[in-house]
């Protein structure tokens, strides 16, 4: 497709189980993010993906909470033992220019997974 | 630590009236800066941005204004229109960095 792919857009689950999220960027863009916006709050970033570079991870909130992107192009965010607090819309964006903040890049994003554990 | 505010949660302007959208910063590092806009269901689709080289970029009905001195930003829209209705965020980033911070949106209702 054309745009940013994200599945599933909609996941109920009951707490501690582990969850998957998948994102697949759009065709050529390197810079791959993952961001999170809980009911109220903005969108908080959670990890960042570059290549083949190590990803940032510094956003993660806890280590129940992993990501990986292979081959370059799709990403999965998978979280584990889910929380009631981990309920959100969970966006993934992607964006052309390696190291896109500040050049003139901006991100592209998919229409999130929502997800509400119970 | 929230370093893009955006203290407006909400927003209503009549039809053909400007809306100004309003964001402010707390970070001196940051000198790039971008407007997203939401519809429901859908993800943030990227709308204007400025570099602290400049104080105002401009895109057709939108405007961007940035006043570094005062850690600020707004975007202006004229006119404003029904289709413009929706949740608009404020992001900024560093030049060298990887990360967009972005505020908490404002929700933005054009009444016709």
């Known amino acids: 497709g054309a745009g940013v792919s994200q599945s599933p857009s909609n996941k109920v689950t009951e707490k501690g189980k582990d969850v998957e999220l998948r994102c697949d960027p759009i065709?050529?863009?390197?810079?791959l993010y993952w961001y999170r916006q809980s009911l109220g709050q903005g969108l908080e970033f959670l990890i960042y993906?570059?290549?083949?570079?190590?990803?940032?991870k510094s956003g993660l909130p806890s280590d129940r909470f992993s990501a990986e992107r292979t081959g370059g192009s799709v990403s999965t965010l998978t979280i584990q033992r889910t929380q009631q607090e981990d309920s959100a819309v969970y966006l993934c964006?992607?964006?052309?220019?390696?190291?896109?903040?500040?050049?003139?890049?901006?991100?592209?994003f998919g229409e999130g997974s929502r997800l509400t554990v119970l | 630590d929230q370093q893009v505010k955006q203290n407006s949660p909400s927003l209503s302007v009549q039809e053909g009236r400007i809306s100004i959208l309003n964001c402010d910063y707390t970070?001196?590092?940051?000198?790039?800066f971008l407007w997203y806009k939401k519809y429901p269901a859908e993800g943030p689709t990227f709308l204007i941005s400025?570099?602290?080289?400049?104080d105002k970029n401009e895109d057709g009905r939108f405007t961007v204004f940035l006043n570094k001195s005062a850690k600020h930003l707004s975007l202006h829209i004229v006119p404003s229109q029904p289709g413009d209705s929706a949740v608009y965020f404020c992001?900024?980033?560093?030049?060298?960095?990887?990360?967009?911070?972005f505020g908490t949106g404002t929700s933005l209702t054009v009444i016709p």
């Open positions: 400025i570099s602290s080289i400049k």
């Open positions: 970070n001196s590092m940051f000198d790039y």
């Open positions: 992001a900024a980033s560093e030049w060298s960095g990887n990360q967009f911070y």
């Open positions: 065709s050529g863009h390197t810079a």
């Open positions: 964006a992607s964006s052309l220019f390696p190291g896109s903040a500040g050049r003139g890049g901006e991100l592209f």
């Open positions: 993906f570059q290549g083949n570079s190590a990803p940032d």
